[in-house]
């Protein structure tokens, strides 16, 4: 029998997510038939190391955020000779850092939103760039620490000051329009999902794992072209960064003059969430196969990155 240690938890501020994702996961996994050890991962890397003793044939990482989807991670676990789930070091390194992999997104001629990394001392003096624009951290997933400042918003000054994500900021162009996400498995696109905030303007943390925080509609209700264009450069922004397993691309698509309409691509997760309304599970149910299913299949698709 496999047995498979399901990495979930973390330290980052995802650690809630990652908690659930991966007690579905080891629900899962076990309803599947896999040996299944569940390890909650903190901050002592070397209680980690030693929970992997004996070495598991597989580990499912179910981690979220910084340390479990930046390469980090990745890194100790092409070092102990594991295979794993999902992206190896490059792809997830890259991945998380939001600025670098734009830059390979334009590279690979992928549409994506015009934006600059802003020192937080300029942010907290000006505007940096015409409003309304989007403020993010570089480096977080979940919309953790992402504001929208709009015109007569006067909050701009407020949020530098109480910025903790390091000493820059990534300001992009807010797109207005609707909230598209497209799943990847390997390499095919699974679908394309619009997501509606219920009580937020846009799809923010409390948004996506609130109970009933957001609606989702698959398939998207949008123009033919612009479904299947978010169907294709889901897939080429899977592969420009070298991606594994299963990720998940997030766009902003803005119709509001007419479709076929503007699409942007804004990020890609190469760990998308595995929660009760996560939205790959979704995808894949959408197209007939069971959550145990897509577990089955990420722990097939194991391998050492390195």
Not at 60 to 79: K, P, S, Y
Not at 87 to 98: F, T
Not at 292 to 302: F, S
């Amino acid at each position: 029998m496999t047995r498979v240690a399901v990495l979930f938890g973390g330290i980052s501020a995802e650690r809630e997510v990652s908690l659930t994702s991966g007690r579905q996961v080891v629900v899962a996994l076990r309803q599947a038939g896999f040996e299944v050890d569940a390890i909650d991962v903190g901050h002592d890397l070397g209680a980690v190391i030693a929970a992997l003793n004996p070495k598991p044939d597989v580990v499912f990482n179910a981690l979220h955020g910084r340390f479990g989807e930046d390469g980090a991670i990745q890194g100790v676990l092409d070092w102990l000779e594991i295979p794993y789930t999902h992206s190896g070091v490059r792809a997830s390194a890259i991945a998380m850092d939001k600025q670098a992999a734009k830059a390979m997104f334009v590279s690979a001629g992928l549409p994506v939103p015009r934006g600059r990394m802003v020192p937080i001392e300029e942010l907290e003096a000006r505007d940096p760039m015409p409003l309304p624009y989007v403020v993010k951290p570089s480096n977080e997933g979940s919309s953790v620490g992402v504001e929208i400042v709009r015109g007569g918003d006067n909050r701009r000054a407020q949020i530098a000051r109480a910025w903790k994500y390091g000493p820059e900021a990534l300001v992009e162009e807010y797109v207005p329009g609707r909230e598209l996400t497209v799943g990847v498995m390997g390499d095919r696109a699974l679908a394309v999902t619009e997501i509606v905030a219920q009580a937020n303007t846009f799809y923010d943390y409390e948004s996506k794992y609130a109970d009933q925080g957001s609606r989702h509609i698959i398939p998207a209700g949008v123009h033919p072209d612009a479904y299947a264009k978010a169907m294709d450069v889901a897939v080429a922004a899977h592969r420009a960064l070298g991606c594994r397993g299963a990720t998940r691309c997030d766009f902003r698509y803005d119709d509001t003059e007419g479709e076929p309409g503007r699409l942007v691509l804004l990020e890609i997760n190469t760990q998308p969430g595995l929660t009760p309304v996560s939205l790959l599970p979704e995808q894949a149910a959408y197209l007939g196969m069971s959550f145990p299913q897509l577990c089955t299949w990420m722990v097939e698709n194991a391998a050492c990155r390195g």
